[in-house]
């Protein structure tokens, strides 16, 4: 090729590469992660072949930061933040202490100095935004006491780590040359935390008004595209802000940005919109981690690779494991937040690659440093698997039961039969639930967002938490006995997996769906719906109905539907109603 493509090579390599070694790692029953990340390591500078730009992919695998970043803050309101606060602020602190701590005393047996063990130690304190969140996500845990407390943790890390980025080129003076004072430290600390300071509440107080109020009018545009894009520059460009003008960083930016669009009424579909891209470039991110890595490290350095791990998996998770238990929070709460928290990532990279430009680290040190990331990044899901294994061993009902107390989450199956299901209780759920309900049709709703399932509760509807995905989650809707499911969620792909999973359960069950997309009902028809509602169609219909009836001399007849939906857009009262 003679002209250079270094942005388009590096973007379909790294793809391409992650989708063939992510499809191996699921057929060996393994976490795609790790095939994300042996992919990185193939098209990195330390293997033969096919070499990626590694200047672009960190910056394209930030991107997938900001965007997972954003997508968390629309399911996380400051309250939810605030009632964390007491657990994750010292829980945090403590933590990077311990780790810190742990990595000196290591960097001791190296021979290295205080300060360079200081930032090592630094390095292998704070987990990775994307592993982490991944793993809650996987595991439904975002909306829980658990996922709440370690985003709350995560935060005050991040925080943490933008503190030490901020003050490491002025302590890096003062240890070799004296050029800056410790008044002037300090200084720095009290600005850099004041401009912090400042980006949040400007968020808060301005942000929550202005973010929806942009969205809001693009929205009334009707443009899909314009209202994707809003979202898309609003989340990259508050990111941006955050650490341009404020000092803060990326993700605590796009953070804040979707936290205060959480309250809108249109952060579901802001979530919706930014689904596709978040996915890609979080799978980026996990390449351009792999290609930071040279295998070689570990046969020059094994026993410095597993001390490293030790800390970070052992000494950094015992850490956390005993901060949440002297909080009062159950064993299984305990644990979930430790595994979670035990590896690290993008922080690590920044601060290491800093340290070695600023003379206080070496490359041995920044090499051992990449291999904990990485290995640490590639255990993390089998360690989430044993801790899911050991629990259900080892947990008693008893233990279970004060679980479900302490996360406020108690749910029992509903009592009644015969009714029907919703599930999703965004614009056209919530239409839908208020219709069926003025016809006193019994009915449960299933919403997986928590301020959408508390806003259910106050509007005196029978409510379920949880993703309708789930079979544990269907039969606490008492799915089996139900007369109808109506899905009214906007992912035609989503509702075809539930459709099925509910169809297994009951396979008398009426289902009715609804799409936004012909290619999406052959999908959806497979798996056992009965019903399929495109909206395009149903407005089509209605015009034509109401051109027929108000214009006498068109003369004309609405044909019975013939397209293979299976009668869509019927009258729902002939199956809506409960059985006697």
């Not at 311990?98 to 130690?121: D, K």
């Not at 803060?248 to 579909?269: D, I, P």
């Not at 759920?429 to 509760?457: N, S, Y």
């Not at 169609?537 to 109905?545: F, G, N, V, W």
Request: proline content about 3%; overall charge negative; glycine content about 10%.
């Amino acid at each position: 090729m003679e002209h250079s493509t270094p942005l388009i090579t590096t973007i379909v390599g790294g793809l391409a590469l992650a989708y063939l070694l992510g499809m191996l790692a699921q057929r060996l029953k393994i976490s795609p992660l790790v095939g994300y990340l042996a992919a990185g390591v193939l098209a990195g500078p330390f293997t033969p072949g096919f070499v990626a730009d590694t200047t672009l992919a960190p910056e394209l695998a930030e991107i997938g930061v900001i965007l997972l970043m954003f997508g968390v803050g629309l399911h996380f309101s400051l309250k939810d933040l605030l009632a964390v606060k007491a657990i994750a602020i010292p829980g945090a602190i403590a933590q990077i202490a311990v780790a810190t701590l742990l990595g000196l005393g290591l960097s001791m047996l190296f021979g290295w100095s205080v300060f360079t063990g200081i930032v090592f130690g630094l390095c292998l304190s704070t987990a990775s935004t994307v592993v982490l969140l991944r793993a809650l996500e996987e595991r439904q845990l975002i909306e829980s006491q658990r996922g709440q407390i370690a985003i709350g943790w995560l935060i005050v890390e991040d925080l943490a780590m933008v503190l030490a980025l901020v003050l490491l080129p002025a302590a890096a003076g003062i240890m070799d040359s004296n050029e800056a004072s410790f008044g002037e430290l300090a200084m720095s600390l009290g600005w850099t935390i004041g401009k912090v300071v400042a980006f949040i509440v400007i968020m808060i107080v301005i942000g929550r008004k202005v973010i929806p109020w942009i969205l809001s009018r693009t929205a009334s545009t009707g443009s899909r595209e314009l209202f994707t894009l809003a979202v898309l520059a609003l989340a990259l460009g508050i990111a941006y802000a955050a650490v341009a003008i404020f000092d803060a960083s990326f993700a605590l930016g796009a953070f804040f940005a979707g936290m205060v669009l959480n309250e809108s009424e249109l952060s579901h579909r802001a979530a919706q919109d930014t689904l596709p891209l978040r996915d890609a470039f979080a799978v980026l991110f996990f390449v351009s981690v792999g290609m930071l890595f040279d295998p070689v490290v570990l046969l020059e350095q094994p026993l410095g690779i597993l001390a490293v791990l030790g800390i970070i998996i052992i000494g950094k998770s015992a850490a956390a494991l005993v901060l949440v238990r002297l909080f009062g929070h159950s064993r299984r709460t305990a644990l979930t937040i430790s595994v979670s928290l035990a590896q690290i990532g993008e922080f690590a990279f920044i601060l290491a690659g800093m340290g070695l430009a600023l003379g206080v680290m070496d490359k041995d040190a920044q090499n051992l440093v990449l291999a904990g990331a990485i290995v640490s990044i590639m255990l993390n899901p089998v360690l989430f698997s044993l801790l899911d294994k050991y629990l259900e061993k080892t947990e008693t009902i008893e233990e279970q039961l004060l679980e479900e107390t302490l996360e406020e989450e108690t749910q029992i199956p509903v009592d009644i039969c015969g009714h029907a299901v919703i599930v999703g209780y965004g614009r056209v759920g919530g239409m839908l639930a208020d219709k069926l309900r003025r016809r006193e049709i019994p009915l449960v709703v299933i919403e997986d967002t928590r301020a959408r399932f508390e806003e259910l509760a106050e509007n005196g509807f029978c409510a379920i938490l949880g993703n309708g995905a789930s079979k544990d989650i269907l039969s606490l809707a008492r799915i089996e006995c139900a007369k109808s499911l109506l899905l009214t969620i906007p992912n035609g792909y989503e509702a075809g997996e539930i459709v099925a999973t509910a169809k297994e359960l009951n396979p008398d069950i009426t289902v009715v769906v609804r799409a936004h997309y012909d290619d999406e009902v052959s999908f959806i028809k497979e798996r056992g719906a009965d019903h399929i509602i495109i909206g395009e169609h149903e407005i089509a219909k209605s015009i034509t109905t109401l051109m027929c009836n108000d214009v006498a001399e068109f003369g004309c007849t609405i044909p019975e539907d013939n397209d293979g939906n299976n009668g869509e857009g019927k009258n729902l009262d002939e199956y809506l109603k409960p059985s006697h």
